[in-house]
């Protein structure tokens, strides 16, 4: 825990529990193996890691956040239906290995299985296709009755919270990361 917290780095806990916060991870890793609970940000306490990941942390790790939202193990604990908009708004990422992912996920999620996307296309044509698959979404798609878990930071309307999503957002590590692969 304390190396998601000091460094960002995804723990098992919330790659798999995408919907959960560091402080539900925990406090259920002190109550199974008495481990200490950390001193935690407000965030920590209120938003989901993988919301914070996927917005705010680097390109690593925003790779393994979009990968793990077509985990099918993860969906199936975390739920589906908030995980379209964060996949849709990650084929606009700054890094082609992102969008890859975010893409090879949504492509996991009903109604998206043969959704049409070049990674490596000019901002423009990568905005243009995120505004149809958002549209897509919430046409052809989205549960009107489904209700999120505040800490998805998605709106009964399944739109972003913008004061998070905007804040977040604004703290979005940009530095250039290469991994060797």
């Known amino acids: 825990m304390q190396e998601s917290i000091a460094y960002g780095r995804p ?7 995408l919907d959960q916060t560091l402080a539900w991870a925990a406090q259920n890793l002190h109550a199974w193996y008495n481990q200490p609970v950390p001193e935690l940000s407000e965030d920590d306490r209120n938003i989901a890691a993988a919301v914070q990941w996927i ?3 680097d390109a690593g ?5 979009a990968w793990g939202m077509g985990w099918e193990s993860a969906q199936k604990t975390a739920g589906r239906g908030w995980l379209y908009p964060y996949l849709i708004y990650t ?15 949504l492509q ?4 998206f299985s043969d ?3 070049t990674y490596t296309a ?10 149809r698959a958002y549209e897509k979404w919430q046409r052809e798609v989205r549960n009107v009755n489904a209700v999120y878990q505040p800490e998805t930071a998605i709106d009964s309307d399944g739109h972003f919270r913008k004061d998070v999503f905007q804040r977040l957002r604004s703290e979005r590590d940009e530095k250039p990361i290469f991994l060797a692969e």
């Not at 098992?12 to 529990?17: E, G, Q, S, T, V």
């Not at 996991?108 to 109604?111: E, K, N, S």
């Not at 000019?122 to 505004?131: I, K, M, N, Q, S």
């Open 91 to 105: 084929l606009t990422d700054s890094y082609a290995a992102v969008r890859f992912d975010a893409w090879k996920s």
């Open 108 to 111: 996991t999620l009903p109604g």
């Open 11 to 17: 723990n098992a806990c919330n790659l798999c529990h």
């Open 115 to 117: 959704y049409p996307f």
């Open 55 to 57: 917005l705010k942390g």
């Open 61 to 65: 790790q925003r790779a393994l956040i």
């Open 122 to 131: 000019p901002d423009r044509a990568l905005g243009e296709a995120a505004t």
